[in-house]
């Protein structure tokens, strides 16, 4: 335990070692603000909130098989290209792979209505039927984020004869049993999903941030003391300040994929249970044949391994892999370590498979 004279005596050093940096030092923290996203990228569809990106080759000979990133719908997408060097878009690209990213923008207040039915059955095939046309190439490889694992899977598993040639899930979760703070919100009958959705339209971004926050309650406070310890590491500094920005950066949810998310999702844990309704059809994961790799965290708090790891039991294709890494729901597929643990492992699962 820290005497308060040893945390003076360390807060007093940090502010020396800023101090005594240059100007051109202060102007290169500044500026890191506008640094992300920055692996070069066309826009080749846009539909309200919505892009997808193109990001432009680096290799004279590319794979056949495009990927298509799907993110969350609460986070924003730069999390995979937060900067040269720690972008795992970067690291497809640079691996000869063709990468497209769905970003599925801020909704806003006439987006409320958006549901899972309309991310699965109606933007991602759209999205996907627009890759078609960009490289001729009929079918892909989904990479699916946290939730964007989800809308993956469930694309899938609605449609297991269309265009998916593999499919890959990273910190998915599949049984909100193995989540039980985020379960015991939705079972708690004084948090009213539908009031919240009735009254709000969509839910914002800070209520998902508290949320999210309650589950590590000291985290920031962690991150505040670490980053005293590494005042004077300018790569620390930078990649912390990138980290800062994307947690603080959250997405609003549209009002109606929200209502499902806490009632079918978590609530009544529908999908694992083979109950989930999309568009009036039941949803069956064993209806997915296509290749499926499932990462997990071992220190992922936001999706336990208890809520993830059922998922590959449930896929019905016989080339089925997971893989658990060490890190967390972020660092997994962002931290320093994510070069040399998750990255090569799925670039180099996806490479034979994607010929």
Known sequence: MRSQSDVDDKIHRAVEKVLSRNIDGLKHLDGLALDHGVTPKDIVYSRG?????????????????????????????????????????????????????????????????????????????????????????????LIGYCLGGVIASLYTALHPDKNVKNLVTIATPVNTEGMPLYKSWADNKTFDIDKIVDQLGNIPGGMIDSMLQALRPLQKTAGRMQLLDNAGDDKFLEAHYRFERWTADQVPIAGEAARQLFQDFLRDNKLVKGQLEISGETVNLEHISAPFLHVTAVHDHIVPTAASKELIGLIGSEDKSEIALKGGHVSLIAGGNAVFRLWPKVANWLAERSL
Do not use: T
């Open 49 to 141: 909130s919505m892009k997808l990106y193109h990001y432009q080759p680096v290799c004279d000979e590319i794979y056949r098989v495009p990927i298509v990133l799907i993110m969350s719908l609460i986070n924003r997408y730069y999390i995979v290209d937060l900067a040269p060097g720690q972008s795992f878009v970067e690291y497809l690209v640079a691996q000869g792979f063709d990468v497209y990213l769905i970003d599925w923008g801020l909704p806003r207040k006439e987006h409320k209505h958006f549901s899972f039915d309309d991310y699965v059955n109606n933007f991602l095939p759209d999205c996907l039927d627009k890759v078609a046309e960009d490289c001729g190439e009929e079918e892909v490889s």
